[in-house]
């Protein structure tokens, strides 16, 4: 392959310099390593050559590489018109051993292409103080190197560029293994200067760089990676066995004995070791046959009515007031009413369409008033309310004080059963009940309210019922203790437990020695012990 065959006078087309370099190769230089430079059109081509015409001025290349990728052709001949510069990368030891070529007198006739010239005549290399005190000295840059260097010191060097990619082309395997993207480490001249990197350049930037991504790319691309096979021969149980012995031997052991596996933790568990936990933390003067458990484990025992009675008197005397104790009922139940609703997913601004409704049953007593309390801050939260509360001469004073409040929550009430919703509503809260007054249960307006909760089909909650199965009473889904829980039957449904604020010296001065169970909530739910 001739790249170019124009047939010009040598003394007109042909460089003075390259003619000169011809004629010398022309007689000993066959299977040496050179680097010509073609110009930016054709590349930058690396063989070995293996024949030199003077009478055509032409020189052959064997296994040639253009820009750091081997050629598809074994062989190729360039015209001395062509060549920009050339440059001789390594030479055979056996022309030296041999005599066929005089490192004396090739070190005194060493021409420019031995130290890559520019057209200004100004030498590449890198100055460098030598380390004896001798004058500065020329370091060559990579694949540079001055030939009567190679031929003075060849053992200080190692293979150069192209014959690292022949190997490379000869032996695929290796070429797949090994990396030749950057200048290896072995092949630098020992005495060889770092370049700055202040932006300081020992000499002109190429236009690409022919060391990189050229190692046998067709080889690598037609072979692929197993994988599998790889990791089969990684033996994971043999490795950890050789740990553990290893580590037994020597005392230093960090996962446990063999046959003791890690303790493995949730991540809501504490890790950290503590005391023992007490799950009876709460104890009461006298057993009111029915206890209770939280979702922690923790015991929660029932008392009888006239210890509850005098917790909440206790607890007045003190400064928690009728109003205060009304007013954290309301807002628990109420909150426990939401969540029961569906939370965010039904009481949001993008489902006003859909708001919630909800009918509110309560009596002329202290439980109608959380009751009332409760619907007050339900219509708060965009709950549609209807309270029913039937029309008496004389109320208590919370009662009143709690209706004042919620008239101004615009929301609707009504004094007969009649007025009530005949379509099933989202939920029913009942506070008819009263522990004080079980004549109530007698009157009309109490049965008709009865018989209307539970022909309505909706989900009942009733707020701090009364303890006994009584005869005329709405059986509840849910059902809201109070401090704590009454021995509830089993119309009250699945019971929860609220928090009014009550102190523990409260508890204590009763006889009751209290931990409160609540944690993050105010509202816990209770099971069954």
Not at 15 to 44: D, F, H, K, Q
Not at 378 to 399: D, G
Request: glycine share 6%.
């Amino acid at each position: 392959m001739v790249l170019d065959e124009c047939a010009h006078p040598l003394s007109h087309r042909t460089p003075l310099l390259t003619r000169l370099m011809l004629y010398r190769m022309a007689v000993n230089w066959i299977g040496s390593l050179v680097s010509i430079n073609c110009g930016e059109t054709l590349g930058v081509y690396q063989g070995k050559i293996s024949a030199v015409d003077q009478t055509s001025q032409t020189i052959s290349l064997t296994q040639p590489f253009r820009n750091g990728v081997k050629c598809s052709v074994p062989e190729l001949t360039f015209s001395a018109i062509d060549i920009k510069d050339l440059k001789i990368l390594d030479i055979p030891h056996t022309q030296i051993n041999t005599g066929l070529v005089q490192p004396s007198v090739f070190a005194s006739t060493s021409l420019p292409h031995s130290t890559y010239s520019s057209p200004n005549g100004a030498s590449k290399g890198i100055k460098k103080l030598n380390t004896s005190g001798s004058a500065p000295q020329t370091i060559p840059r990579r694949a540079e190197l001055k030939v009567q260097d190679l031929v003075t010191s060849p053992q200080q060097h190692s293979k150069s560029y192209v014959d690292r990619h022949i190997d490379s082309a000869l032996t695929p395997s290796k070429a797949f293994r090994r990396r030749h993207n950057s200048w290896s480490s072995s092949s630098k001249i020992p005495n060889q200067a770092t370049p700055k990197k202040n932006g300081v350049k020992n000499g002109p930037m190429k236009s690409k760089d022919d060391e990189c991504f050229g190692d046998g790319i067709e080889v690598i691309l037609d072979t692929d990676f197993d994988f599998e096979g790889n990791l089969a021969l990684f033996d994971k149980a043999a490795v950890f066995e050789e740990i553990d012995t290893f580590e037994r031997r020597n005392g230093t052991r960090s996962r446990g004995t063999p046959n003791e596996k890690p303790t493995r933790y949730r991540h809501d568990e504490n890790i950290l070791e503590s005391e023992p936990i007490v799950y009876r933390q709460i104890t009461v003067p006298q057993h009111s046959g029915k206890e209770y458990c939280t979702d922690s484990g923790l015991v929660v025992p029932s008392i009888s009515y006239d210890l509850h009675k005098k917790l909440l008197a206790t607890a007045e005397r003190h400064g928690l007031s009728l109003e205060r104790r009304l007013e954290m009922a309301g807002v628990c139940a109420s909150q426990m009413t939401l969540t029961l609703l569906g939370g965010p997913n039904r009481l949001n601004p993008k489902n006003v369409h859909q708001r919630p409704t909800v009918a509110l049953l309560c009596g002329p007593h202290v439980k109608g008033a959380q009751g009332i309390s409760c619907g007050r801050h339900l219509a708060n939260h965009q709950v549609q309310v209807i309270l029913f509360l039937p029309n008496f001469v004389k109320m208590l004073e919370c009662i009143t004080t709690e209706l004042q409040l919620f008239s101004k929550t615009e929301s609707k009430q009504v004094a007969s059963v009649k007025d009530l919703p005949d379509t099933p509503v989202d939920l029913v809260i009942n506070c008819l009940d009263c522990h004080e007054n079980p004549f109530l249960r007698e009157q009309p307006w109490y049965r008709a309210a009865v018989e209307w909760a539970n022909q309505n089909r909706a989900p009942v909650l009733s707020i701090d019922p009364p303890v006994g199965e009584l005869e005329h009473v709405i059986d509840a889904k849910w059902s809201l203790a109070v401090g704590l829980p009454l021995p509830l039957g089993e119309s009250a449904g699945r019971v929860y437990l609220c928090d009014i604020g009550i102190p523990k010296k409260v508890f204590q001065e009763v006889g009751i020695s209290y931990h409160s169970p609540f944690g993050c909530k105010f509202v816990i739910p209770l099971h069954c012990a």
